[in-house]
């Protein structure tokens, strides 16, 4: 029979049992909380922005007189040379003229409007004409034209005793259409602007080159007279062909508008060309010289122009799909980096430079590739540009796994779980 173990060793076998459980007990304790402990967040690095830009455009302006160029139906003004002062105009007054009598008398397109009959009167008013040395074109007492016919020869032409006897037809004398001219021009803002004849004979009908800008915009909105002042030639009953007196109709796309030469006015050329931008949007140009020394000086200065704030609209190529903002990292060595999910360009014109900014977030653990983690915000800056957003953005993602630790590390790393 064996002998009964010594109180010693019972007290030793207690110990180790003691010791063993306490062990189990801990482990019970500390595995769970270590394998279930939320993990830390990963640290995030992000890239420099490379604030990519466009070039910047130098506008060929003429070296005397003032000019001007903006986009259509918007307030944006590419550039301009010489002071924005009231100056004589010429029979760029012309448009004025045209634009206040469709106002009243309305055309469609397709349309030849009322019949205007001239009369003896209008012999008269040609003889005037001529007397003054302005710029003319035959009437025949006894022919009939219509409305559209007359406004054809005013412009196409330039004849200043055409643009009276539509006046006289439209309103009844000059001095009605003067009025109703004042009127018209107070209800379009254009402040700087003022006619006190329909031909722009007279150095008093003045405008200013923002307020040209505008009346050339309205000119090119009216489907009738955009395409009279982009027809180079017409043939008119008894008076056969007329010709327009725009030079520079047909160059580097021009399709309109009008001349007009005075010596207190100088070589003058509102003008308007439409322009493909590598957007593929169209954006309809409209400009202005006025004050040029003589007719060659002035379609040189016109074309000069107009290319040059052509070559200002570029493509802006703000970032590519899958361009790496940022990184995660992890304390148990996983990595990602944070990518975009898509490209982003913009239309611009001139020198436009887009900033980043980057807002991501900051409690990421792990992920999936794709998973999205945050939003990149381009801000566009200087020059212009198109689409109506000056902010533009585009989702970040994760461009790989970010995978979890294993249970070992979590066991060997307490104080990064539990603190």
Not at 21 to 43: D, K, M, R, S
Not at 64 to 84: F, N, P, W
Not at 192 to 221: C, E, K, Q, W, Y
Request: aromatic share 4%; hydrophobic share 40%.
């Amino acid at each position: 029979m064996p002998r009964p173990a010594s109180p010693a060793v019972y007290r030793r076998r207690r110990i180790l049992v003691g010791s063993i459980l306490g062990v189990l007990v801990i482990l019970g304790l500390y595995v769970p909380a270590v394998a279930l402990a939320p993990l830390p967040a990963a640290a995030l690095t992000v890239s420099a922005d490379p604030a990519p830009s466009t070039v910047a455009t130098t506008l060929s302006t003429p070296a005397a007189g003032r000019s001007a160029i903006s986009i259509a139906g918007t307030d944006e003004v590419l550039g301009s040379s010489g002071d924005d002062a009231s100056v004589p105009i010429a029979s760029v007054t012309k448009t004025i003229t045209a634009l206040v009598v469709l106002d009243a008398h309305p055309l469609t397109p397709g349309q030849d409007g009322p019949d205007i009959a001239i009369t003896p009167a209008d012999a008269q008013i040609l003889a005037d004409t001529i007397a003054v040395e302005g710029s003319w074109a035959p009437v025949f007492p006894g022919q009939t034209l219509s409305e559209r016919q007359v406004l054809e020869v005013m412009l196409l032409e330039s004849a200043n005793n055409y643009s009276v006897t539509l006046v006289n037809w439209a309103f009844g004398s000059v001095s009605s259409y003067l009025d109703a001219a004042d009127a018209w021009l107070t209800a379009q803002g254009l402040s700087s602007t003022a006619v006190v004849d329909s031909s722009g004979l007279d150095p008093g009908s003045r405008s200013s080159t923002s307020d040209l800008l505008h009346i050339g915009a309205l000119v090119m909105a009216d489907p009738v007279l955009a395409q009279i002042v982009g027809t180079a030639t017409d043939v008119l009953p008894q008076i056969g062909e007329i010709q327009n007196t725009n030079r520079a109709l047909g160059q580097l796309g021009v399709n309109g508008i009008k001349t007009g030469t005075t010596d207190e006015a100088g070589r003058c050329l509102l003008f308007s060309a439409p322009y493909t931008a590598p957007d593929g949007e169209t954006r309809d140009l409209i400009g202005v010289v006025l004050g040029a020394p003589d007719e060659d000086t002035l379609y040189a200065s016109v074309l000069a122009l107009l290319s040059s704030a052509e070559a200002g609209f570029q493509q802006l190529d703000i970032v590519d799909q899958g361009s790496v903002v940022g990184t995660y990292t992890t304390e148990w060595g996983a990595s990602s980096d944070v990518v975009t999910s898509e490209g982003l360009s913009a239309s611009v014109w001139s020198q436009v430079t887009a900033t980043r900014s980057a807002e991501l977030d900051q409690d990421v653990t792990t992920g999936s590739a794709g998973e999205t983690v945050g939003t990149a915000r381009y801000t566009l800056d200087g020059g212009l540009s198109f689409g109506g957003d000056e902010e533009l953005t585009v989702p970040l993602q994760l461009a790989g796994d970010l995978d979890g630790p294993d249970l070992w590390w979590r066991l060997t790393h307490p104080a990064a779980l539990v603190g």
